[in-house]
């Protein structure tokens, strides 16, 4: 079997773990920030917002430049912009300026994050592509754990110098973790169209779309939903948090054994169930249950389709292939938000949670007519290829 636990796929990971908890750090801390400086809901949903558009609309171009350039500048550069965007919060005079601070921030965010999922996937064994997504993941995992509730410690014991010289610090130590990880991918020779979208996993990417809108329906909303019920929304986090890192290494193996069709098409479904038991609760058992069937769910089901995405892009299109994805990501998880924001205005959040499910059933339906015969038909193709011995 192929070695996975290589230095530099274990640099990477540990790096993608400080630089998700410099990004969760804040996630909850810069809502109360913002009003602290002045401003009101509508400018605190807009500097939310500018983040994710910025790097919905970065993406993309990263993802085409990274087959061309290579990952490493990307990533060093990336990095560089998301240390001193971190550090230029504290000299922030005003909301507009705010605004213009979240939409540098959004673009560091892009090119970083971006450039280095590319880079670890050239980094793991073709046949433990599924078991090394799991890991890597769990990195961010972790972080979604760890980063908002050491943000809120900080804030509430320190201050927000505090807060924005941690950010730096560790992204600093991201920049230099991933700085001495030797990448294997050589960029190609000679000028090359620059491609924004992977035409090939289009189906795919609208199928992550719409289980994101439920993630980002979970990440919004479960906390708001929590007091309603009176109960604290970190027992759903930390359960979620601690199922979803116990299972990715698990899924992966599967994924790798059996193909990512035998792990995706169960984990939807799970998430589907716990969408449902979500809507149904009024108590912390049920949430508890919830959050464990979503971490089994979800946590199975992410790390799986990045693998399948990687095995449907042209090996020398996995850059645009990642960014394609992750602008999925991003704007199901923006725009699940604004959706189920309005959902939950005029219904409540039961219902919030039950049109969440909804959208996870979508996601599932798309993946069963549209993905999986594609998945079934490049598994055949492969199949072929291999030379009688």
Known sequence: ?????????????????????????????????????????????????????????????????????????????????????????????????????????????????????????????????????????????????????????????????????????????????????????????????????????????????FLFIAYGGITTFVPLFADSIQINSGAFFLAFAATLALSRPISGKLSDRYGEIFVIVPALIITICALIVLSLSTGLIGVLVSAVLFGIGFGSAQPALQAATIRLARSDRKGVAIASISTANDLGIGLGAIMLGWVSQYTSYHVLFAVSALSVAFSLILFTFFVKRLLKNKQSLNADSVPFE
């Open 1 to 209: 079997m192929e070695r996975l636990w290589t230095k530099q796929f274990t640099l990477m990971t540990i790096g993608n773990l400080f630089l998700f908890n410099a990004f969760y750090m804040l996630y909850p801390t810069l809502p109360p920030y913002i009003k602290q400086m002045g401003g009101n809901e509508s400018q605190v949903g807009l500097a939310m917002g500018a983040f994710m558009l910025s790097a919905v609309i970065f993406r993309p171009l990263v993802g085409g430049l990274l087959e061309r350039f290579g990952r490493r500048p990307f990533i060093v550069w990336g990095l560089l912009l998301f240390t001193l965007a971190m550090y230029m919060y504290e000299w922030v005079g005003g909301i507009v300026v705010l605004m213009g601070l979240r939409i540098l921030h959004g673009m560091s965010w892009a090119v970083s994050t971006t450039a280095t999922t590319t880079a670890i996937t050239d980094m793991i064994p073709s046949t433990r592509r599924g078991e090394g997504m799991g890991w890597f993941s769990t990195s961010m995992t972790l972080a979604m754990a760890i980063g908002p509730m050491f943000g809120i410690w900080v804030t509430q014991n320190l201050s927000y110098s505090a807060l924005f010289l941690f950010g730096v610090v560790l992204s600093a130590a991201a920049l230099l973790l991933t700085f001495g990880a030797k990448m294997p991918f050589q960029p190609h020779k000679g000028a090359r169209k620059i491609e924004l979208f992977e035409k090939s996993v289009l189906p795919i990417a609208v199928s992550v779309f």
